[in-house]
């Protein structure tokens, strides 16, 4: 298996909702990704995990909260979310080197993404 | 801010024609690397270049970095319509991060 799977692929929500976005992988990748894509934008870095713990998170609101389960799993809670918040969620996975960043030969692998519309 | 900038931010072409995006970025890296993303979905990746390497190929694609510079370029040669999408570089720290350029709309009319 040479995927990311992202799920829901369609989500709409009020700003009241609780509801979570999920994404797997079973490659073994021990560095898993949540990015943010606006229309006509670059993807912008949210998190990261590397071995299970987050070791990235770029200043995100709390509304946004994320898990790692294990190794394969990764989610993204979701709470009082506003409208501003509606665009793509995309995860990615890739090799992780432990506590050594994006090694010089690591790409990250994408699942096809969450389109989200908040209420 | 480490986010790169690419140019051009769109780009017309004719099937056959050779399509050329650069791409600069601001810090040190540890790779460049090269996505392609369809309507919005998820970003495919195309190709990857090392900090101590300087061209690379694969397929119709190659891409060059000049760490001097700080700026690479991405040529795709003999386009197809197939090839329309938007293309972003992606710069690759030994703090874990992957940050993307602003990145090119192509558009190659059969």
């Known amino acids: 298996d040479t995927e990311v799977t992202q799920t829901p692929k369609h989500l709409v929500m009020g700003m009241t909702n609780k509801k979570s976005l999920k994404c797997e992988q079973h490659?073994?990748?021990?560095?898993m990704y949540w990015y943010k894509q606006k229309a006509k934008k670059p993807p912008e870095l949210m998190f990261v995990y590397s071995y299970e713990k987050l070791s990235i998170n770029e200043s995100v609101p709390s509304r946004f909260s994320p898990e790692c389960p294990n190794s394969s799993l990764l989610n993204l809670h979701l709470h009082a979310l506003q409208p501003e918040d509606s665009a793509l969620y995309l995860c990615?996975?890739?090799?992780?080197?432990?506590?050594?960043?994006?090694?010089?030969?690591?790409?990250?692998?994408f699942g096809s993404g969450t389109q989200l519309s908040v209420l | 801010s480490q986010q790169g900038e690419e140019d051009p931010q769109a780009l017309s072409i004719q099937e056959g024609e050779n399509a050329t995006m650069n791409c600069s970025y601001k810090t040190s890296i540890n790779n460049l690397q090269w996505y392609r993303q369809n309507s919005g979905r998820g970003l495919v990746h195309l190709i990857l270049i090392r900090s101590n390497e300087r061209e690379k190929h694969s397929g119709r694609l190659r891409v060059t970095l000049d760490t001097s510079k700080k700026s690479s370029s991405l040529l795709i040669t003999a386009s197809r319509a197939a090839d329309t999408a938007s293309y972003f570089c992606?710069?690759?720290?030994?703090?874990?991060?992957?940050?993307f350029g602003q990145g090119t709309t192509l558009q190659v009319k059969p």
């Open positions: 992606a710069t690759a720290y030994n703090t874990g991060k992957l940050i």
């Open positions: 990615a996975s890739s090799q992780a080197f432990r506590g050594q960043g994006i090694g010089a030969n690591e790409k990250l692998l």
């Open positions: 490659m073994g990748h021990r560095a």
